[in-house]
């Protein structure tokens, strides 16, 4: 059971393994992407086609009887879960023999919820990890069976990251099913938890008064969506490339202003420092370098961003 890609490079993984015998996908229903609305398939479930795999998307899964019942037809071992996006009910966690086992993409109990990537990343923390846990009816609450703990670069994003991780959870996850009946469950000190709720469209909004480095993670963690975004001329600025220049100084001009302007960016006053924007796009316009946007849309040093 997943949705978005990086359940797909788990997915891939496991197809992979001669011991595993797979005979169901359950993903999240089609949705609207997009300014068209266009009717659009979760990646899992166009990669389980493409492989010749049964998927299955049920609007809901309390009180589904139609679905208990596929389930219970095909009696699994197990049921894996890898950012489904759903919270499993008693009926469905009591069907598998061994029960449902869930890859969660942080050291549990440390960002339980639906973002923990992002999270950590707008953290600035310097590792994270990989749990593989058994379920209960809780948000990610149940039992963990095996850790793995993942150091961050200083140049990983959402992209690189959940790439690392995902590779980790593939073999944490082939290991666990291995050795299902052989490991020891420990449960979680639920007294060190913290969360990691749902990224909002608004977090993605700028804040210039941040230190750079707060910004800068920011960018990285939300580079996929919602992106990050200012505004100029009351029009909407999306930021697709930046970087810092220097932290921990300080002078006495706005925040947000237009301090240096060269071949190949524009520089930005922060809270203790600078950022180089070199990639950028203006509400209806596209992604242009720095210098085409300084000669397309004019702007120069002093101009402040909202």
């Not at 266009?38 to 998307?57: D, N, R, S």
């Not at 593939?170 to 020891?184: D, F, G, Y």
């Not at 993670?217 to 810092?244: S, Y």
């Not at 006495?252 to 180089?276: M, Q, Y």
Request: a neutral charge.
């Amino acid at each position: 059971m997943g949705t978005p890609d990086f359940a797909v490079d788990i997915l891939q993984k496991l197809i992979q393994e001669p011991f595993v015998n797979l005979k169901l996908v359950v993903t999240q229903p089609d949705k609207p992407v997009g300014r068209k609305r266009i009717l659009t398939a979760p990646a899992v479930k166009e990669f389980a086609q493409k492989v010749g795999i049964e998927v299955v998307q049920p609007e809901k899964l309390k009180n589904n009887e139609e679905f208990f019942e596929l389930l219970k037809e095909i009696n699994p071992d197990t049921i894996v879960v890898v950012a489904y996006g759903k919270i499993l009910p008693k009926e469905v966690l009591e069907i598998p023999k061994y029960g449902c086992i869930n890859v969660h993409a942080s050291l549990l109990p440390e960002y339980r919820g639906a973002a923990p990537i992002q999270r950590v990343l707008m953290d600035g923390k310097e590792y994270t990890g990989i749990t593989i846990m058994k379920m209960d009816e809780g948000l990610d609450t149940g039992d963990i069976l095996l850790q793995k703990e993942v150091k961050i670069e200083n140049d990983d994003d959402i992209l690189t990251l959940s790439k690392k991780l995902s590779e980790a959870g593939s073999q944490l996850l082939i290991e666990v099913l291995k050795n299902i009946e052989s490991i020891t469950p420990v449960k979680q000190d639920h007294s060190r938890a913290t969360y990691a709720p749902p990224i909002k469209k608004e977090e993605g909004k700028i804040d210039w008064d941040m230190c750079a480095k707060e910004i800068y993670n920011r960018f990285r963690a939300l580079k996929m969506w919602p992106g990050i975004f200012t505004t100029f001329k009351e029009k909407l600025l999306k930021i697709h490339d930046m970087e810092i220049v220097q932290d921990n100084i300080f002078d006495s001009r706005p925040n947000g202003t237009v301090v240096e302007i060269d071949d190949s960016s524009i520089i930005i006053k922060v809270r203790d420092g600078l950022i180089r924007l070199k990639l950028l796009q203006l509400e209806g316009g596209k992604k242009i370098g720095a210098r085409d946007f300084v000669n397309g849309y004019k702007i120069k040093r002093g101009d402040v961003l909202a």
